[in-house]
């Protein structure tokens, strides 16, 4: 059928609706939802292997969902009505669709044989059509806002793990995407240098950037969360504000997100 079906009703940036993801016998995603809303911050967490990544990666199509559908600010990703697909998006769609999504991974992504600079400017460049000097002076206004214009020359193997993630966070805001998601963003860095990455994410939080966050960070989450969200195989189990999630841990709102979460995380 056609290209001409229109995204449901939508009230979120992003809107999450029924999602189911499988690999081969194992389903990984059991029916997601959820929205994030303009300038949101959510926040996923739970335990390894629940399906936090995966779903992450739907949304920025890295992964095909096999039901329910996914919108950003109106435009749907994946669309699957009574498991027959009624609308593909064309590879050009998601092309521009993807740039209108940064990505920050676990271990940076950063191009080896770029400088910090370049990895910034190149997609400017390559995707939106800018010109160098157009990119160039755009690259270095964000290597600023992340704290490393003086090592805009440097390459990745030159850099300290936090500082190659302050330069893949850089590089996801090249594009001014409509919103930012972070994939355990500090779980490859060593203890002393993961704060000076909370720091940027904190700051793009309050600068009114959306965001979707998977960490196992528990103390950040509780910070810079508007919404914390609990997966657990495959599903949503528990979604509010750090304040009912967090305040009292003895007395959680779930038993799963005391047990699971909140125990290892601060070794209740
Ligand atoms: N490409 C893939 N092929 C097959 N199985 C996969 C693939 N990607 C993920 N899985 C499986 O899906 C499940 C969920 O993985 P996912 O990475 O989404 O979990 P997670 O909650 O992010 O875990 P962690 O906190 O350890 O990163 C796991 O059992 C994983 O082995």
Redesign the pocket.
Known sequence: MTATLSAPATRGLVEITGVRKS??A?E?LKGVSLTVEPGGVAVIV?P????????LRTINHLEKVDGGHISIDGKLVGYEVRGQKLHELREKDILKQRTEIGMVFQNFNLFPHLTALENVAEAPVVAQGRSKEEARRRGLELLDRVGLKDRAGAYPRQLSGGQQQRVAIARALALDPKILLFD?PTSALDPELVNEVLDVIRELAKSGTTLII?T?EMGFARDVADTVVF?DQGQIVEQGTPQQLFTNPQEPRTRSFFSKVLEPAFNI
């Open positions: 690999f081969g194992t990984v739970g390894s292997g629940s399906g936090k990544s995966t779903l355990e998977v196992h997966m």
